[in-house]
């Protein structure tokens, strides 16, 4: 109830502050795990997205902000969940893979941090890793003007895909990076036909 009250004042301010537009939300899966994968230049980024999407979102959120009294508690009932960044957190891993497993939606930052350029940057390959662990597809997001304050929000949402299991540990690498590139590539797509020339010094 939390979150969908949350989602709906969140949905108000985009529309009338920031006159966004959403295109593609019907590629979002009726039902089971699904993996987003958006690019990251602003901190509305997380909100954005998930206002994109009936389905709640869950975030991995840096284990600091849970110590903070009041944000600690409204950002897990948001569906946040903590993760230590200073080293691999196993639990978080568990805590994705086990929400993508019993049918929700993980939202995942693959360049890891936010672009101060808005240029993309090379991705990581912690979503793949998620969407192959759990055996569930990938729905890249582009999102264009969430930087600012008064620039007008745009979000191209694409077509789910599957990632390769690959036969071996090489493969199964290969096949992530495949995976991870194809999301940044399909990005980068969504973003320079929007006109968005910040995107256009992406490998």
């Not at 929400?99 to 993980?106: A, F, K, S, Y």
């Not at 997001?141 to 789910?160: D, E, I, M, Q, Y």
């Not at 399909?186 to 256009?200: C, D, M, Q, R, V």
Request: aromatic share 8%; net charge positive; charged share 20%.
């Amino acid at each position: 109830m939390f979150y969908r009250l949350a989602r709906l004042l969140c949905r108000l301010l985009l529309l009338l502050l920031r006159r966004w537009e959403v295109d593609g939300a019907e590629n979002m899966p009726a039902g089971g795990g699904v993996v987003i994968v958006a690019n990251h230049a602003s901190y509305w980024d997380p909100v954005v997205v998930g206002c994109a999407f009936d389905r709640k979102v869950h975030y991995m959120a840096k284990s600091e902000l849970f110590q903070i009294p009041l944000l600690g508690p409204v950002i897990r009932a948001l569906g946040a969940f903590p993760v230590r960044r200073d080293r691999s957190d196993r639990t978080a891993i568990r805590t994705a893979v086990g929400i993508l497993q019993d049918g929700g939606v993980v939202g995942v930052f693959p360049e890891g941090t936010r672009s101060k350029t808005g240029e993309l940057m090379k991705p990581h390959l912690g979503a793949a890793m998620l969407a192959q662990k759990a055996g569930v597809p990938i729905l890249p997001v582009a999102l264009s003007g969430t930087r600012g304050v008064l620039n007008k929000v745009f979000v191209r949402v694409g077509k789910p895909f599957t990632v390769g299991a690959g036969d071996g540990a090489k493969a199964a690498r290969a096949a992530l990076e495949e995976a991870s590139d194809r999301a940044m590539s399909e990005i980068f797509a969504f973003l320079t036909a929007a006109g968005n020339e910040s995107s256009k010094n992406y490998k």
